[in-house]
């Protein structure tokens, strides 16, 4: 097998990348923004009017926030696998327009029950979406340059608050103007409508391979589709044929799996209950705001989260990646998140809760370039899949475990949330310790392989 490296020329590289960066990355940012709206719209209808109306307790919420990710899961893997075969133009936008579709009917939810059956079927619709799009980015780059493309795509999830908060606050503040529609339905209605219109259009503009690109020169095209090639030769010669199989086996996929898990815990206990936390500020420290100051204060601890991810990646593009890139952003989360709800202001309550939010976001876009280190083709769909699965176990776990334990530690009528942060700090802090553990075990492989190299013996 012929894995030399294609001839570097810098300005064709240059070009390459830049172009990636400016016609495919902000368009599938902008279907990421929409994705991670709707899915985390419920966290702002619910002290709005939505839990009155529908009268929620706290776990009925948790739940009904949870249940979207085991719709999600169940189909998350054969997703991708589809998308694989089918391609993601055709893939990401089917699944788009279906979660449109059913983000919409949101705005029509009369109790519970049919609460539950559309955040669960809102799941079965999104399943694929997110791991497509990072296996779609990661075949369009090569991996010295993953790093920067997946930072860039990931500032849609901060962005997602820093600008969604505001407009879901106006949205819900329109309250009777549409059809006499409550606020928080006119919200669901105001983010479910672009997933289609945004859908329809990238199965026009997406394409699934450099070679497809009208917009890269021959030569642009060329190089990325030889740079491409000869890393995943590379990858397949040092890993041996890996199998689908593989990919659902190997100890490293199931141990990123479990890191995730607790990145994503601490993420969604914080996006679906930040909303309740900043509504308690009035009892807890005599404070009121309106909706649209509330959802400013929301958007608030994500501004610094998009700066914090954007440098810390920058970083790890320019260092190569470090375990540490990944280690501390979770020990400091990890710390953090308890410690906010033991401040004695909403300032300094936002404040611990900006770090938390900086950290989970400097680390998520550095470990989504590990799973393609040593997996290509299929089983990099599957194990990416399988990651994205496990982790979002606790999109389910995190929500419901929050909303059932801040009812069961509840004051009078009134959740407390300080337990339920404390083991969000918990998975935080296993992720760290998992995260050291892998790249020990990493370590010692490469070590051994370089060791058989040396001496000719065959793996």
């Known amino acids: 097998m ?6 570097a020329n810098p300005a064709v590289e240059r070009s390459a990348i830049r172009k990636v960066s400016i016609r495919l990355v902000p368009f599938v940012a902008l279907m990421f923004f929409i994705n991670y709206l709707d899915r985390t719209a419920i966290g702002f209808a619910a002290p709005n009017g939505m839990n009155e109306d529908l009268a ?3 776990a009925q919420f948790g739940f009904a926030s949870g249940v979207f990710f085991i719709g999600y899961i169940l189909l998350e893997v054969p997703s991708n696998l589809a998308l694989n075969k089918f391609g993601a133009r055709r893939w990401l936008a089917r699944i788009m327009v279906t979660w449109g579709i059913v983000a919409v009917l949101f705005t029509w939810v009369a109790n519970f029950e049919q609460l539950a059956i559309l955040r669960f079927v809102l799941g079965v619709a999104e399943a694929g979406f997110f791991p497509g799009a990072i296996l779609f980015l990661s075949l369009w780059v090569p991996a010295k340059h993953r790093s920067k493309i997946l930072a860039l795509f990931y500032l849609a999830q901060p962005l997602t608050t820093v600008i969604g908060a505001p407009l879901a606050g106006w949205l819900i503040g329109q309250h009777g103007v549409f059809f006499g529609l409550e606020g928080w339905r006119f919200m669901f209605l105001g983010v479910g409508l672009p997933a289609i219109l945004i859908g329809v259009i990238a199965w026009f503009y997406l394409k699934d391979r450099p ?4 917009w890269l020169t021959t030569e642009e095209q060329v190089w990325l589709t030889a740079a491409l090639a000869h890393e995943k030769a590379t990858t397949e010669q040092k890993q041996g044929h890996v199998s689908l199989k593989h990919a659902f086996t190997s100890g490293r996929v199931w141990m990123l799996a479990f890191i995730y898990f607790g990145f994503i815990y601490g993420l969604y206990a914080l996006g679906f209950f930040l909303p309740t936390i900043i509504e ?4 807890t420290f005599g404070t009121e705001f309106n909706v649209m100051q509330k ?4 958007a608030i601890p994500y501004v610094p989260a998009a700066i914090a991810l954007y440098f810390w990646s920058r970083d790890a593009t320019r ?6 890139h990944i280690v501390i952003p979770a020990i400091v989360g990890a710390v953090s998140i308890p410690l906010a709800l033991f401040a004695n202001s909403p300032a300094l309550t936002i404040a611990i809760i900006a770090v938390t939010a900086m950290a989970i976001f400097a680390a998520l876009p550095n470990f989504w370039t590990l799973p393609t280190q040593f997996l290509t083709g299929a089983a990099a769909a599957a194990g990416i899949a399988l990651i994205n699965t496990v982790g979002n176990l606790a999109g389910f776990s995190a929500p419901y475990i929050t909303g059932a334990v801040a009812d069961l530690t509840k004051v009078g009528d009134t959740p407390q949330y300080v337990v339920p942060m404390f083991i969000v700090g918990g998975f935080m802090m296993i992720s760290a310790t998992l995260m050291v553990i ?5 370590s010692s492989r490469e070590l051994r392989v370089s060791h058989d190299d040396l001496t000719g013996k065959t793996r």
């Open 438 to 442: 892998l790249s020990k075990q990493r």
């Open 2 to 7: 012929d894995t030399t490296a294609p001839a």
């Open 56 to 58: 929620l307790s706290a």
């Open 280 to 283: 308690g500020f009035q009892e």
């Open 211 to 214: 070679a497809d690109a009208k």
């Open 295 to 298: 959802g400013l204060i929301t």
């Open 319 to 324: 260092r190569g990646l470090k375990t540490w």
